[in-house]
């Protein structure tokens, strides 16, 4: 109730609404807790619940002044989804929310944290995509987005390839699993990201904008033949059920469908959750991220070398996938690869969402803020390496704004030649891909991490 009620004027107006046999009670001179006392006395907890329910039925429970430090020890991802009994609920670091699936299940939650009893909450990965889809939508206020990208599933494009389910939203793209008819395997489908729930939102310019970002991002793949990188199937053009009626029928019947390799295996930042709760020592822990950073500035360099000239700029632990074929780091987001002379402040476009804001640097996001783009370079994109590898030695995420934390207790017993590095890399100390590489050299075992 002092969640959802903030003021006295909000709670006085709810009691007399639905119990006014504890309002006729109360006085002019008593506090909110009296009132309460009375309420509780004269009507049973879970009608006072059901109440607030139906009152909102969308309930968003913020993290509780008194109760945000205890909660900071549960949250560590930026998102993720977790489960009490058989309740869900989901949060959202950016935006400082929890969202429950009923208010028993927010309730049950505040109680456990006041009691620090954190073993009770358990996260769960791997819970329903679709539904954390629909509240990462919701917490960047995109409230009936969700039912219009579902229009999508089933939908054939082509005589090729049918689209199966909503998979994920990222700040460019909406992703969905599809299935090709001609190899019989699961693929990826990527549509240009627009809020279909409200047309008159957006016209002809910024449609013909996101569809060339889709455009580019086919381009990078075709031409930047890595193999950390999906590989392009299609750039398929056809009709869609998410533009309605009134546009014209060149944007509805020429959207654009980019079709890619699904490249099965888990994220980063899911393969992080699995080492920590399997109890991994220190030590793999700090020859893992050595690992990792091998791979990636192995596919930075061959990105920028050989004339390609490509910074890849939204590396975070979602969007780096461990390949259960070959146990090989694999980047899923060619959409966000930027040739390096586009200006010194390239636009960002809405990279910048939950999940992608603690891990670009404290310098870089100032940036942003001041100028609406960021100086894309080797050091950005180093230090963005650094603090996702941090959020591996962790598990807990780099705070939005804020450098790392090298005192956290995971960080300090990791190795003294892996968190250097890190730290290096984190605080902008490394300016070119090859100095973090000779760096990497000194320091590991590996030298060659093709194949390894």
Known sequence: MNQLLITDADYDAFVLDHFPDAQKRFSAQMDRVAKTNILLELNDAGLISESLRKLFPDLIVSCIAGQKSRMNKVAQPTVWVGQLGDGKFVFEKETNKYYFS????????VELISKEDLVNIQRTPHWNQKS??????EARGHFSLYENLCKLENYAIGSRFIIKKLYKVGSESVVYFAHDKSSGLPVICKIPFLDYSRPARFGLKEIEYAREHLIE???VLVNQSILYFPKPLALEIGPSPLHPPSRASAIRDRELYLFEEFIAGPTLEEETWTWHEKSTSTLEIGNLLLR????VIDFQRKLYDNGRGYYYTDLCPRNIVIDEQNGRVRH???GSVILADRGQFSKLRRTTIA???PFISPRDRKIIEKHGGTEFSARACL???GRSLYFVATNSSPHVGDEIDISLPAFQKLPKTASDFVTALAYGA???FEDAWDILQETTRFQNPTGS
């Open 383 to 385: 230090a963005m390496l």
């Open 430 to 432: 490394l300016a070119t």
């Open 217 to 219: 991002e086919n381009q």
């Open 102 to 109: 009923s208010l028993e299940i927010a309730k049950h939650f």
């Open 132 to 137: 954390e889809v629909k509240l990462a939508l």
């Open 332 to 334: 899923v987001d060619a």
């Open 355 to 357: 999940y992608t804001a």
């Open 292 to 295: 990792i950073a091998v791979n």
